[in-house]
């Protein structure tokens, strides 16, 4: 079995060359099993009926149509924490920023000239003063592998960090520093903290979050720092705080023309995750996800589909994408039965609407799959044969 593997942005090669000879890797494919992403945008790509997977080489997939994907059967997956120490790096040169007037102060003594320069800035520093952050209190809205990490970190600072999000995994739990305080409510963290950072997906609950009514609980003077998706903060009514000092400083990864000409609105050009080992981290992490389900039907870090990880004792194994309702493991027992296959092992996992069956079997029907797919509620089926080296 050999793969074509189209690439639609600059994929670091750390991560291509763990793609062995069944890959072909190339940007020109019509037929192409996988894609491999980073900022691209796909809402108007064309979906080929032989394309199973998306990889997108970092964590946000705002970029990739997710529910057509769905529908088609294809997996689409994103590289979760790949990308989190160069995140929360940025995070914090901006916490430092937020505070101490250094942009401003830089540019400042650009424009000064003449003899008495050094008299002239040291007389003119005063305009540039800003608070430490030591002792103050930090409100971290989402706590996934970039908030943890920011968490901790200030922590180590000697920030007082109050934490919250009502979907903290158990892995993320367990690497949180025990001096972060858990928030009870969001409200919390408004009312409560000197300083805001955002880590959260952009999504119906969460899109235009930072608004008039949010920045209003707030201590006037806030500082709020937004690495996470433009979207999550309602621009104008971060503009007009800004204008009335409800809010100190605003620093963002997101562009907005207006925004970044507004005074204390520090405005970067997505400079997140833009440094040689995040992106080499994503593409390698990119690649084992779909080296893994490619080759073996495992499912890891999966947006639209459930996780399935299952070892592989038999030599084909059959993968099945289907609608979550009742009676499908009976059907698909039922079509292996009728074809003489029998069962080694079947597993079985749904998420939201769809779901994912993996059956391992050491009996091959060359028309299994074709009968598999014409019983309703299947998207897709194929089987894998195990790699003889």
Same mark, same amino acid.
Request: hydrophobic letters at 40%; a neutral charge; one cysteine or more.
């Given at each position: 079995?050999?793969?074509?593997?189209?690439?639609?942005?600059?994929?670091?090669?750390?991560?291509?060359?763990?793609?062995?000879?069944?890959?072909?890797?190339?940007?020109?494919?019509?037929?192409?099993?996988?894609?491999?992403?980073?900022?691209?945008?796909?809402?108007?790509?064309?979906?080929?009926?032989?394309?199973?997977?998306?990889?997108?080489?970092?964590?946000?997939?705002?970029?990739?149509?997710?529910? +057509?994907?769905?529908?088609?059967?294809?997996?689409?997956?994103? %590289?979760?924490?790949?990308?989190?120490?160069?995140?929360?790096?940025?995070?914090?040169?901006?916490?430092?920023?937020?505070?101490?007037?250094?942009?401003?102060? #830089?540019?400042?003594?650009?424009?000064?000239?003449?003899?008495?320069?050094?008299?002239?800035?040291?007389?003119?520093?005063?305009?540039?003063?800003?608070?430490?952050?030591?002792?103050?209190?930090?409100?971290?809205?989402?706590?996934?592998?970039?908030?943890?990490?920011?968490?901790?970190?200030?922590?180590?600072?000697?920030? +007082?960090?109050?934490?919250?999000?009502?979907?903290?995994?158990?892995?993320?739990?367990?690497?949180?520093?025990?001096?972060?305080?858990?928030?009870?409510?969001?409200?919390?963290?408004?009312?409560?903290?000197?300083?805001?950072? #955002?880590?959260?997906?952009?999504?119906?609950?969460?899109?235009?979050?930072?608004?008039?009514?949010?920045?209003?609980?707030?201590?006037?003077?806030?500082?709020?720092?937004?690495?996470?998706?433009?979207?999550?903060?309602?621009?104008?009514?971060?503009?007009?705080?800004?204008?009335?000092?409800?809010?100190?400083?605003?620093?963002?990864?997101?562009?907005?023309? %207006?925004?970044?000409?507004?005074?204390?609105?520090?405005?970067?050009?997505?400079?997140?995750?833009?440094?040689?080992?995040?992106?080499?981290? *994503?593409?390698?992490?990119?690649?084992?996800?779909?080296?893994?389900?490619?080759?073996?039907?495992?499912?890891?870090?999966?947006?639209?589909?459930?996780?399935?990880?299952?070892?592989?004792?038999?030599?084909?194994? *059959?993968?099945?994408?289907?609608?979550?309702?009742?009676?499908?493991?009976?059907?698909?027992?039922?079509?292996?039965?009728?074809?003489?296959?029998?069962?080694?092992?079947?597993?079985?996992?749904?998420?939201?609407?769809?779901?994912?069956?993996?059956?391992? %079997?050491?009996?091959?029907?060359?028309? #299994?799959?074709?009968?598999?797919?014409?019983?309703?509620?299947?998207?897709?089926?194929?089987?894998?044969?195990?790699?003889?080296?």
């Amino acid at each position: 079995m050999s793969y074509q593997i189209k690439t639609l942005n600059k994929i670091s090669n750390k991560g291509l060359r763990l793609l062995d000879e069944r890959y072909e890797v190339g940007n020109d494919f019509e037929n192409e099993d996988a894609v491999l992403v980073r900022s691209a945008k796909m809402h108007d790509y064309p979906m080929n009926n032989n394309l199973k997977a998306i990889v997108r080489a970092g964590a946000g997939t705002n970029n990739i149509p997710i529910e +057509e994907c769905s529908k088609k059967g294809i997996v689409v997956f994103n %590289t979760p924490g790949a990308n989190a120490n160069a995140v929360k790096e940025l995070v914090l040169c901006s916490l430092f920023l937020s505070s101490r007037k250094v942009l401003e102060g #830089i540019e400042w003594t650009k424009t000064v000239t003449g003899n008495n320069f050094s008299k002239e800035i040291e007389a003119g520093k005063k305009a540039f003063v800003g608070p430490e952050i030591d002792g103050k209190k930090l409100g971290v809205i989402g706590l996934g592998a970039i908030g943890v990490a920011v968490a901790n970190a200030a922590v180590k600072l000697g920030m +007082e960090v109050h934490g919250y999000d009502p979907y903290i995994s158990v892995t993320a739990a367990w690497g949180m520093s025990k001096w972060v305080q858990k928030a009870s409510s969001v409200e919390e963290i408004f009312k409560e903290c000197d300083y805001i950072t #955002i880590h959260v997906p952009a999504n119906g609950e969460t899109e235009g979050m930072i608004n008039e009514k949010s920045i209003n609980m707030m201590k006037s003077g806030v500082h709020i720092i937004n690495f996470a998706r433009g979207s999550l903060v309602n621009t104008k009514d971060m503009i007009d705080a800004l204008k009335k000092d409800k809010v100190a400083r605003y620093i963002t990864d997101f562009g907005d023309e %207006t925004l970044a000409h507004t005074e204390n609105a520090v405005v970067m050009p997505h400079l997140g995750a833009s440094t040689p080992e995040s992106e080499q981290n *994503c593409a390698k992490m990119a690649v084992e996800e779909l080296r893994e389900y490619l080759e073996n039907g495992n499912i890891k870090n999966s947006v639209n589909f459930p996780n399935v990880l299952e070892p592989r004792n038999t030599t084909y194994r *059959c993968c099945i994408i289907h609608k979550n309702i009742p009676n499908m493991l009976a059907v698909f027992a039922n079509a292996f039965a009728k074809k003489g296959m029998n069962i080694e092992n079947m597993v079985n996992k749904a998420k939201g609407d769809y779901a994912y069956t993996i059956i391992d %079997t050491n009996d091959l029907s060359e028309d #299994i799959t074709k009968a598999i797919e014409q019983k309703d509620g299947v998207i897709k089926a194929r089987i894998i044969a195990k790699a003889v080296f």
